[in-house]
């Protein structure tokens, strides 16, 4: 037992290493990457596949074909992006981005890696692709505009605020006419929302808006407008959510998130920061947990 719990807690900081150096240091990070050989780059992302190993030899002899695909997939990550970047030097987005983003996606959504993991530790396969994808655009891609820095700005905190101001009136009333909400009659102590919150904004909100907005709405952007770009990602958001917390397509859950997605990604392209889509985020999805769920 005392192995099996080591070998855990050494999965999630090997996963959580890549996504905070990135947050913290991305430029500095991207720089000395950047400077190895090109063979190097693309082999990297092998070290992906350290935290499936590392818990499933606590358990029992991780399985061939599931090996194969955590060290393959974030290669083929890192590859299609490099493409992408000889490709489309200007950055306005291409099939290839796209694809990428799409498989990344959809193993997320669809948990298709799930089964691959013992109990109670699939969150990680998440974070794993989370540090695949911030590599491959990052660094083989050198996308721009992403905005992940996680060195919270006074001016991320009052964009992200500011709308959940505007989504919060327009959504609980709508959410508790759908029967979608519920009011709590009791709430729970400041210490547990804190904590709550934390959670939250680290292992939800910042990998869903470094994908949806840093991502996608910032390709998107180069081709469609602003506009456009905002209303196809926050619809994409939404019909991202439709298998949550339902057994069928779950529709009212669609439409909340899609108008929320609208939210995020107008504090997003503020100041094309992440922090501040994910504060915005964060706070809804908690004040939701805890009294609305």
């Known amino acids: 037992m005392h192995g ?11 996963s959580l290493v890549p996504l905070f150096a990135f947050a913290f240091a991305g430029p500095q990070i991207v720089n000395v990457l950047c400077r190895l050989p090109l063979s190097a780059r693309l082999a990297l992302p092998v070290l992906c596949a350290g935290p499936y190993l590392l818990v499933t030899l606590a358990v029992s002899s991780p399985r061939p074909w599931w090996v194969a695909l955590y060290v393959l997939l974030p290669i ?3 590859i299609m992006l490099w493409w992408a970047r000889q490709a489309d030097p200007q950055q306005l987005g291409n099939w290839r981005d796209f694809i990428a983003i799409l498989g990344l996606g959809l193993a997320v959504d669809l948990r298709w890696l799930e089964p691959a993991w013992p109990a109670h530790t699939a969150p990680i396969s998440k974070l794993i692709l989370l540090d695949s994808g911030l590599y491959g655009f990052l660094v083989m891609r050198r996308l721009t505009g992403v905005g992940f820095d996680l060195r919270l700005q006074s001016s ?3 964009t992200g605020l500011r709308e959940l101001l505007f989504y919060a009136p327009i959504a609980i009333p709508l959410g508790l006419g ?15 929302a804190a904590l709550a919150w934390m959670f939250t904004f680290v292992f939800i909100a910042v990998p869903e808006e470094v994908y949806f907005r840093g991502w996608m709405q910032n390709l998107l952007e180069r081709r469609l407008g602003r506009r456009w770009s905002l209303g196809v990602t926050a619809l994409l958001f939404g019909l991202s959510h439709f298998n949550k917390r339902a057994a069928h397509f779950n529709w009212r859950y669609v439409v909340l998130a899609a108008l929320a997605g609208i939210f995020y990604g107008r504090a997003w392209r503020q100041g094309r920061r992440v922090a501040a889509s994910a504060i915005t985020h964060a706070t809804v999805d908690t004040v939701w947990w ?4």
């Open 156 to 158: 991320d905190v009052r």
């Open 178 to 192: 759908l029967g979608f909400l519920h009011l709590h009659a009791q709430f729970p102590r400041l210490t547990v």
């Open 290 to 293: 805890l009294w609305l769920g």
């Open 4 to 14: 099996w719990a080591s070998s855990i807690v050494f999965a999630w900081a090997w």
């Open 76 to 78: 083929f990550v890192a």
